[in-house]
């Protein structure tokens, strides 16, 4: 079971940096629900020996909700912008790949000192979220539309969500849900909103939204 | 004694996996094809053809294609081929395989600069940006290969390898260096999607410009390097992906040859389904093959 | 009981989106505000019991917290009966640059607004820190329609911006959560507020730190603290008075709840140098960067935004010094809940009869809304502290807490951004009040209408009383709050 497990988090790593090297929206949208998706799966395969229905629910929710809606919400809402692509990103993809190197170096830096109390099962996990979480920031502040930056929050929700999965048994299914609906309903108006914006600016890049300061 | 043998079949064969390839992508595109063994024709041409030189070049020029073909028969000394050790070996003979194909590359560059040709210029420079963004991927990969198997000479990180390490123990570490392998292979080599081999533009050729004013036995010495050259590099990733060690040397050699031709024959279907990138993505596939590789070493770091 | 104040916003806030007719969703609105307060103070005279195990419950923090909730929105629900029977449905210029634009649909509004209340209750009554994450991301996802009541694009950046800084502040608190689950994994503590200050020893203080520092920072941006606090000027701003009114009095608070709590938490297993210093330096740079941004502040919305960043700072900085100054720093957070929601609605007044924002041209509000003007007066002086209103009583107990700590260096900085902010907020007022208004503006044929004036009015009365003798409920339930956080 290990070897899968350090398998599903190797492809996590790869599909972070994908999402760094990815200009196509679509594409992005498509990395992210994969990633969802294999983290939908990651808690079946932690508790491969003690199944119960409580994981079994809580896999399926967040793979439904990260793998199917969250993409067919923000497909749409690419399809109503019609827009393709982030074609000046404020930081170039190679050296937002680069860069991702240095985060990874980071994440395994910083996760390997830190003294987890609890027995991670493979000494990647911890590593794994949190370069997974800086990614999301990455992404968040280098692409200029609103669609990469919600697909950078999303990411940087699945990286806490990782660092979570390691110490899954303490968090009660009620929270569990609660922060699975809020992250729903974040992306749902986070839609809405990126509908809006597209409607009066003519497009959704974020850096002309810049009327309001002092 | 088997490891010379492995050495006879490389510089006997190289050019038949080139053939491979051609036939691959003639079937793709619904031609007959030049024949398997047009190189070696070629290569007997040429080398009965006298070599005219320029009045601008030096002797840089004709001491190129002579020490590119030293250079990788002498790699050809460290690389191990199908689990069989290779004719020498000791710790940090990859960076005397890494520092070999880099002198091989440092003398087709200066020799294609001699000519003060502007297109040869420009293929050398694109050539030296791309191999030296291809360079880590190939570096880190090795460095993974050998913190995995406590070892670093290039025969003992490749001789204890089973088949069914890659869906083991460690799996994901050989499947990323050998998805970083493959692009260092292409980009190398200067296949498709990196550099299209058939081009007709010197504007868009990398590494064939290079060539464009050599003939002769000269000529010859280039085409044949190129093939040693894809063998090298070829033997390195199918060591991974066809790792047989069953015990009989000659068994373990024929696996790796079928292995060395399934390869030309991938190459050939890569080839016909993709489409070359555009210069400026080429790097960013580079960078991602040693993206690919420092995570592999990141992982067996632990 | 707690149930109850949860479901009834929240059933009537949903049932407001799919039943239509404007007058039902306003009576619905001003219905509902009035039996949240009922029962408000229906748990104030008998402390309802806890539920789902301890998870929810009302004590003498939870029900300050949720009264001055409460109390903030019945008074914005009344007046938002008066401010959306002015609202026109249809097009209509924009104050600042001309272009025509409409407002969202009244159900969005209402809705909205509802579930907005619903989810700052479950804040206020959440002891188990995964559950009042979820409630705080909550508020931000029922709050942001509000902020784009107006439909253009100055809103929608508010928005937006609102959004995304918030919603990325609170993953990160999140994270902070998921640390405080580590740190107590060697003890078997459950996540309830309660239950992490018993056992607050045995948390290991490594973890215990860093979910400090994680949650401080994502709570912090929620709560508006300096340099965190880029998203609060502008949705205070772009948002319909009223919205402002319940963003800075009531939503501002549930954030500074949630700090509070685990600011207990770290206080209790005996990090409070760390937790505490950390407190002092976001307080004060908040206060620092509200006040070189009221200096000169052109907009009088955004002045009373940056004045809500400052007084957060203060807030903070209270907890932070501890001592007189935590009591000080709770009856500050009622003071300026109560303080700013007035002002905001005084702003909308001025705003609705003005049809600007910018303090340059307006002049004379004591001439043209002569209650209103009071209002806006009174309000300035209780808004920087000045005799004989709540915030001099809290801000005096503050500075009392530092000088009996010997923390004499941040009294003088505490004292001195006051004193700037004071300076700098006077002229604007000043100005705004006096003077002849503009000869462009027409003098409206009636009065003030008394939806428009006697919410603001109500509250005007409740900081005069505040300040001239705090109620004895009310120094039980902070006497009694401070004892439940050990904060003493």
């Known amino acids: 079971m290990n070897n899968w497990i350090e398998a599903l988090i190797v492809l996590v790593v790869l599909t972070n940096l994908r999402l760094l090297g990815t200009s196509r929206l679509i594409a992005c949208i498509r990395i992210v629900a994969f990633q969802g998706i294999l983290l939908g799966v990651l808690p079946l395969l932690f508790h491969a020996n003690d199944l119960t229905l409580r994981v079994m629910l809580q896999a399926a929710a967040s793979t439904f909700t990260k793998g199917v809606v969250f993409p067919w919400l923000l497909s749409r809402a690419v399809r109503e912008a019609d827009v393709r692509r982030e074609l000046e990103p404020i930081i170039g993809y190679t050296s937002s790949l680069l860069i991702g190197c240095v985060l990874l170096g980071t994440a395994l830096y910083v996760g390997w000192r830190l003294p987890l109390p609890g027995t991670a099962s493979t000494p990647f996990m911890v590593p794994a979220a949190l370069f997974t979480m800086m990614v999301g920031l990455f992404t968040i502040v280098a692409r200029r539309k609103a669609l990469t930056q919600v697909l950078g929050y999303l990411a940087m929700e699945n990286g806490i969500y990782t660092f979570g999965l390691a110490f899954a048994e303490k968090e009660p299914l009620l929270v569990e849900m609660g922060i699975l609906l809020d992250v729903f309903v974040a992306v749902f108006v986070m839609g809405i909103t990126i509908y809006h914006i597209n409607r009066e600016f003519d497009h959704i890049d974020t850096d002309q939204l810049s009327s309001l300061k002092d | 004694m088997i490891s010379i043998i492995h050495i006879l079949f490389a510089v006997l064969l190289a050019p038949l996996a080139l053939g491979v390839i051609n036939r691959t992508k003639a079937i793709f595109a619904g031609r007959r094809g030049q024949p398997l063994l047009q190189l070696y024709w070629d290569l007997f041409k040429l080398l009965r053809k006298g070599a005219v030189y320029s009045r601008t070049t030096t002797w840089v020029f004709s001491a190129g294609p002579l020490v590119s073909l030293a250079a990788v028969l002498t790699s050809l000394l460290v690389v191990p081929f199908g689990g069989v050790r290779a004719l020498l070996a000791f710790p940090g003979d990859l960076l005397l395989l890494a520092y070999l194909l880099g002198l091989m590359r440092f003398f087709t560059v200066i020799a294609a600069l001699d000519t003060g040709s502007s297109f040869e210029g420009m293929g050398a420079s694109r050539e030296v940006t791309f191999s030296a963004l291809a360079e880590p991927a190939l570096l880190l990969g090795l460095a993974a290969m050998g913190r995995r198997a406590g070892s670093l000479s290039l025969s003992g990180m490749y001789s204890g390898m089973m088949p069914s390490d890659l869906v083991h123990h460690g799996g994901p570490v050989l499947i990323l260096v050998a998805a970083a392998f493959l692009v260092v292979f292409l980009a190398e080599n200067a296949r498709i999607p990196i550099d299209d081999p058939d081009t007709h533009l010197e504007l868009t050729m990398i590494h064939e410009v290079m060539a464009l004013d050599h003939g002769g036995p000269d000529f010859a010495f280039i085409q044949y390097a190129a093939a040693l050259k894809m063998w090298v590099l070829g033997a390195l990733l199918i060591g991974i992906l066809v790792p047989m060690h069953t015990g009989l040397p000659p068994l373990d050699v024929v696996a790796a040859l079928i292995g060395m031709f399934l390869l030309a024959a991938a190459t050939g279907v890569i080839e016909s389904t993709m489409a070359r990138l555009r210069i400026l993505r080429v790097p960013q596939l580079l960078v991602a093959a040693s993206v690919l590789s420092m995570l592999a070493l990141v992982l067996v770091l632990d | ?488």
């Open chain 3, 1 to 488: 009981m707690i149930t109850a104040l949860v479901l009834i916003p929240m059933l009537s806030g949903i049932a407001a989106f799919f039943i239509g007719g404007n007058g039902f969703r306003r009576g619905l609105l001003l219905a509902c505000a009035i039996i949240h307060s009922g029962l408000t103070v229906a748990a104030w005279a008998v402390r309802p019991v806890s539920q789902l195990g301890g998870w929810l419950c009302l004590d003498s923090l939870e029900l300050l917290f949720l009264g001055i909730t409460s109390l903030l929105f019945l008074v914005a629900a009344v007046y938002a009966v008066g401010y959306l029977s002015r609202e026109t449905p249809d097009q209509r210029p924009d104050v600042e640059e001309g272009f025509l634009f409409s407002n969202a649909p009244e159900a969005t509004f209402t809705g909205c607004l509802l579930l907005f209340l619903s989810t700052m209750t479950l804040v206020a009554a959440a002891q188990h820190f995964g559950l009042m994450w979820v409630a705080v991301e909550a508020t931000t996802l029922a709050s942001a329609p509000l902020i784009y009541f107006h439909r253009h694009h100055r809103s929608l950046e508010a928005a937006w911006k609102y959004l995304l800084i918030c919603s990325v502040g609170i993953a990160i608190a999140l994270l902070g959560n998921f640390f405080l689950v580590v740190s107590a994994t060697m003890t078997r503590v459950s996540m309830t507020v309660p239950d992490m200050i018993r056992n607050a020893a045995s948390l290991d203080p490594a973890w215990l730190k860093a979910a400090f520092l994680l949650l401080l920072v994502g709570y912090g941006t929620k709560m508006g603290l300096a340099p965190l606090h880029t998203w609060l000027p502008d949705a205070h701003s772009e948002a319909p008075s009223v919205i402002s009114a319940l963003l800075s009095g009531a939503l501002l608070n549930c954030a500074f709840l949630a700090v509070l709590r685990i600011q207990a938490v770290c206080v209790a297993a005996g990090l409070a140098d760390f937790s505490r210093s950390l407190l002092i330096l976001f307080g004060l740079l908040s206060m620092g960067f509200a006040a070189v941004f009221i200096i000169g502040q052109m907009d009088y919305k955004r002045m009373l935004a940056y004045s809500s960043v400052e007084h957060m700072g203060i807030q903070a900085l209270g907890v932070g010094i501890g001592g007189a100054a935590s009591f000080g720093a709770i009856l500050h957070a009622v003071n300026h809940s109560l303080t700013k929601a007035m002002l905001f609605l005084a702003a909308g007044n001025i705003l609705a009869a003005y049809r600007t924002k910018s303090t340059a041209q307006v002049s004379g509000v004591m001439r043209l809304l002569p209650v209103t003007g009071v209002l806006w007066i009174a309000g300035f002086f209780a808004i920087t502290g000045s005799p004989p209103f709540g915030i001099f009583i809290s801000e005096l107990t503050i500075l009392k807490g530092m000088l009996d700590g010997h923390h004499v260096f941040i009294a003088i900085l505490y004292l001195a951004l006051l004193v700037a902010i004071f300076v700098g907020m006077t002229g604007v007022f000043l100005k705004m009040a006096h003077g002849l208004p503009n000869e462009s503006i027409r003098r409206p044929e009636k009065r003030e209408s008394y939806l428009a004036v006697i919410p603001p009015l109500v509250l005007g009365i409740a900081i005069l009383i505040l300040g001239v003798s705090i109620p004895r409920f009310l120094k039980d339930a902070i006497d009694l709050s401070i004892q439940a956080l050990r904060m003493n």
